[in-house]
């Protein structure tokens, strides 16, 4: 792959749930021409939680890996369960050795910044040369600088400037990712 390329995107600062909708565009019209690994978040729809984690969906085959412990209506801790992420992760790093052309990950959130969650399918993705598209919020970003730096490329929740990272990355790869 072309060094000077940068194979890990990041979208800083940017809304969770505005991240999750246009990645989720983004790849709807990616998949007919590459091999997509990874997850996506979800909610869980719960009403009266403080925390908004609920799930992670899986790209290739849509199984949903819960990431919250339901404490019940006006708990005040967060709900965050990191077994579900666990198993994405090592769902995800199946899917990287079996071959895929990009690995699209919801975030780096809390759990990766304590080196848990998906930080193996971060890992295995980057040991496996495969580009990753992520997000992170400014609460980790220090942490995500710590793991990703110098292979990332910063760039704006725009639909554009993501999807063009792609097709330059796509363009330096080997031809097998231009299948």
Same mark, same amino acid.
């Given at each position: 792959?072309? %060094? %000077?390329?940068? %194979?890990?995107?990041?979208?800083? =600062? ?5 991240? #999750? %909708? &246009? ?12 091999? /997509?690994?990874? *997850? ?15 799930? $992670?969906?899986? /790209? ?5 890996? @819960? ?11 967060? #709900? &965050? ?14 899917? /990287?050795? =079996? ?5 699209? $990950? ?13 930080? @193996?399918?971060?890992?295995?993705? *980057? ?10 919020? @400014? ?12 292979? /990332?490329?910063? $760039? @704006? &929740?725009?639909? =554009? ?9 796509? =363009? ?8």
């Amino acid at each position: 792959m072309d %060094t %000077t390329v940068k %194979t890990i995107a990041v979208v800083r =600062d940017a809304p969770s749930d505005a991240v #999750q %909708t &246009l990645f989720h565009d983004l790849i709807e019209g990616w998949q007919g021409s590459a091999r /997509i690994a990874g *997850v996506l978040a979800e909610g869980h729809g719960l009403e009266g939680r403080r925390c908004n984690a609920g799930f $992670l969906r899986s /790209i290739r085959d849509g199984r949903r890996y @819960p990431i919250f412990q339901d404490l019940g209506a006006g708990a005040q801790a967060c #709900q &965050l369960d990191g077994r579900g992420a666990s198993e994405a992760s090592e769902a995800i790093r199946r899917d /990287i050795e =079996d071959g895929c052309d990009l690995v699209v $990950l919801s975030k780096f959130g809390k759990l990766e910044a304590a080196r848990e969650g998906l930080m @193996p399918a971060f890992a295995a993705a *980057v040991e496996a040369g495969v580009p990753v598209l992520t997000s992170v919020s @400014p609460a980790f970003r220090e942490a995500w600088d710590r793991f990703a730096e110098p292979l /990332i490329v910063a $760039l @704006p &929740l725009e639909r =554009d400037a993501i999807d063009a990272w792609w097709r330059s990355v796509r =363009d330096a790869a080997p031809s097998a990712a231009h299948a």
